[in-house]
């Protein structure tokens, strides 16, 4: 069979990358080594993690918030392998979606690992083994957990998030290596349905790369959740007898401090994946990070070979690697496509929630960028006071000489989709008092956002 474009990975950078092609009226195959599409995001990331943080979350209200609403929950109790089954069913339901979208767009599907045997001749190695020759490819083949010497998961007591998608019991005590993104979304799940959860950090703040002011935020509301939070502490090794766990660690003062649990989650990372691909046979490069390198169209060394995603430079994010996946299909079909990769936004599944977009305080300070800040706190709103959800706050930081929006960041209820007014209006280039001037409906979290650029603007909120 000969295409005219194959992808290799069917996360959400290849099998967006497929259908973008397709719809471009390029004869397209998508190859993926496991049994069901949607790669890292819908099986073991993005979408089990987020159905884990609801259920949870779920619970969480019933037993902490729900009298105050005046609703009695006595007799609530947790049932996790109903939990777990209705997590696989969300995981599978939105895997069968990305086959529908296959079929619907006639996307080949071949199973197997994709090899190349030149830049033009894939084999797939599955059940049986096929060749195939292509024009053009797109290699989205993604990332995997990363550990470092002495904390190689067992998969059992020592897991990866992959695992603690899946755990059979709720752990006693869980130890998380690492406060970023994985361990402060997963660590969420099991502190909401009771478990003590210890997280020991490097760093000395939690989701230490956004605005400083986020990770004080979330370290206040996550310990009132009865999180423990060990920063400036490297791990350097972790044991486990088959039913307890040891974490050894080297606090600043290079003491060494050791931790007892009954699961340990690592979450130091993830590396990009290229094993079995063959990249050797098509002379295609990587760089020193293990990434493959490309330049700014996305283009490996290799004329014909592009890669996106996980596997290349950037944020190892779902909606980053679609973004690329698209522009790569609208290259090859002759357009000229434009990614923003600056105003990509970030979140963290929290509740509260984390949004950012733009540059942090420390990154203007860094660049030396004269700015002003706006904050508002939500427990000044009504929103917030009718729901509870009175922790957090939002910045806007805009620039101080011509007031253009240069970074907001969002501790509060629902700032994950908050963050797309954020993303909208730094991608028109708006002022903070524009923003201050657009409507806001009451009352909505929404406003809070307004507030934070009155105060960037001119000192002005409303409310505060
Ligand atoms: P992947 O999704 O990793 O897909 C790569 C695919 O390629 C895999 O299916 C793999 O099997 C296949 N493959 C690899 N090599 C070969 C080969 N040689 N032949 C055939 N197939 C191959 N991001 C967000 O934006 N929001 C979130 O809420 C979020 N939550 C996350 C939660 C967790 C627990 C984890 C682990 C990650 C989360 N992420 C989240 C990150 C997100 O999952 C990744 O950024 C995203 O999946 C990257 O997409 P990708 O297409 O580059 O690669
Ligand atoms: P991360 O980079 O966010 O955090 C890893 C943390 O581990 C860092 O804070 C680091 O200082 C710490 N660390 C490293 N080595 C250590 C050691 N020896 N001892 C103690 N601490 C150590 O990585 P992650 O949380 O594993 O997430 C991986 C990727 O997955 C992220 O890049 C993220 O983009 C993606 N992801 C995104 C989402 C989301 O968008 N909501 C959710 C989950 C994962």
Not at 130 to 135: D, G, L, S
Not at 221 to 228: A, C, D, M, R, V
Not at 286 to 293: A, H, N, V
Request: aromatic share 6%; net charge neutral; hydrophobic share 40%.
């Amino acid at each position: 069979m000969s295409y005219d474009v194959a992808i290799i990975g069917s996360g959400p950078g290849g099998y967006v990358a497929a259908i973008r092609c397709a719809q471009l009226g390029l004869k397209t195959a998508i190859i993926e080594k496991y049994n069901t599409l949607g790669g890292t995001c819908l099986n073991v990331g993005c979408i089990p993690s987020k159905a884990l943080l609801d259920s949870s979350e779920h619970y969480h209200n019933a037993i902490h918030n729900f009298e105050e609403h005046g609703i009695d929950t006595s007799g609530v109790a947790v049932n996790f392998e109903q939990m777990i089954s209705r997590k696989n069913k969300v995981v599978s339901q939105t895997c069968d979606g990305v086959k529908f979208l296959m079929d619907k767009n006639m996307i080949d599907v071949f199973t197997g690992v994709g090899t190349f045997l030149d830049k033009n001749t894939i084999e797939i190695k599955g059940a049986k083994k096929e060749k195939i020759t292509t024009k053009n490819t797109i290699i989205a083949t993604g990332s995997k957990p990363n550990y470092f010497p002495g904390m190689e998961p067992d998969k059992k007591r020592i897991i990866t998030s992959t695992e603690a998608l899946s755990l059979k019991e709720i752990p006693k005590h869980l130890i998380v290596i690492g406060g970023g993104v994985i361990g402060l979304e997963l660590g969420s799940v099991y502190a909401r349905l009771g478990a003590e959860v210890t997280v020991v950090e490097f760093a000395d703040s939690i989701i230490a790369s956004m605005d400083r002011s986020c990770g004080k935020e979330l370290t206040k509301i996550l310990k009132k959740e009865g999180f423990k939070f060990q920063l400036k502490h490297a791990v350097e090794k972790v044991t486990t007898d088959g039913k307890t766990v040891k974490v050894f660690a080297k606090n600043k003062k290079q003491e060494s401090v050791t931790f007892e649990g009954d699961y340990c989650l690592v979450a130091v990372g993830r590396k990009p994946y290229t094993d079995g691909l063959g990249l050797e046979k098509a002379g295609i490069k990587m760089d020193d990070r293990g990434r493959i390198e490309v330049n700014e169209n996305l283009q490996t060394n290799v004329a014909g070979v592009y890669a996106i995603g996980d596997v290349v430079k950037g944020a190892m994010l779902a909606h980053k690697a679609e973004e690329e996946g698209v522009f790569v299909a609208e290259l090859l079909a002759g357009q000229k496509p434009h990614i923003n990769h600056h105003l990509i936004p970030g979140v963290v599944y929290t509740w509260p929630e984390v949004a950012a977009v733009g540059f942090t305080e420390e990154d203007l300070k860094d660049k030396g960028i004269e700015y002003k800040a706006g904050q508002f706190s939500m427990r000044a709103l009504g929103r917030s006071r009718a729901s509870m959800d009175t922790s957090g706050f939002v910045k806007v930081l805009a620039d101080k000489n011509t007031d253009e929006v240069l970074g907001v960041h969002m501790v509060c209820a629902r700032a994950a989709d908050l963050i797309m007014e954020a993303v909208t209006a730094m991608e028109y280039r708006a002022s903070a008092e524009d923003i201050a001037r657009i409507c806001h409906p009451h009352p909505t979290y929404s406003e809070a956002f307004k507030e934070a650029a009155l105060d960037a603007t001119e000192n002005r909120p409303l409310h505060s």
